[in-house]
């Protein structure tokens, strides 16, 4: 891949993650564009935050009781949420993406439930692929199950959430829930 080429590849994922600021460094080889990319593909298949696409749906929070998981059905009740979260002393979101039908995103139910307990200050939701269409295309994900961690107003991660992830998105959570 031509060097050009891969920086305009890179603009166009970048917004998501914030990945790519051109600087005054020396130019990538072909091997070091290309493991680049890899990376920064590999990164954005658990999408990024879809309140920057969708910038004026004003903001309308889901219901929430600390220690249960609520619903996300809109960028808008993301945004009311993660706006409340911040707000609050020591709270964040923590979404889990899933679908209708998925054996992985089903594995992980029982455990977010559990987390939701373990982290009071957390607000817990599921984002029902099939429900929530508009939001998860803004988000550009791309695999479920998958899981969007918010704190400070911001989006800190998006990572994996099966079964075999588990392990590295509680040790996450934790990082998030400790900020």
Not at 40 to 46: H, N, P, W
Not at 66 to 92: C, I, K, M, N, Y
Not at 154 to 160: E, F
Request: aromatic share 8%; glycine share 8%; with cysteine.
């Amino acid at each position: 891949m031509h060097l050009p080429l891969l920086w305009l590849a890179l603009l166009v994922v970048a917004p998501c993650r914030a990945l790519l600021v051109p600087c005054a460094r020396p130019p990538l080889t072909s091997r070091q564009a290309t493991l680049t990319w890899r990376i920064i593909m590999s990164e954005a298949k658990f999408g990024c935050d879809p309140r920057i696409a969708t910038p004026t749906e004003p903001a309308s929070p889901p219901p929430w009781t600390p220690g249960e998981v609520g619903s996300v059905h809109t960028t808008g009740e993301l945004r009311g949420a993660v706006e409340a979260a911040a707000a609050d002393s020591g709270g964040f979101v923590a979404l889990k993406f899933w679908r209708v039908g998925c054996k992985a995103c089903a594995a992980t139910v029982e455990r977010f439930a559990s987390s939701a307990k373990e982290y009071p200050k957390g607000r817990f939701y599921l984002v029902n692929y099939g429900e929530a269409k508009e939001m998860c295309r803004a988000s550009g994900l791309k695999i479920v199950p998958a899981a969007h961690l918010y704190s400070s107003g911001k989006l800190q991660d998006a990572v994996a959430l099966g079964p075999s992830s588990w392990d590295a998105f509680a040790a996450r959570l934790k990082e998030v829930a400790d900020a």
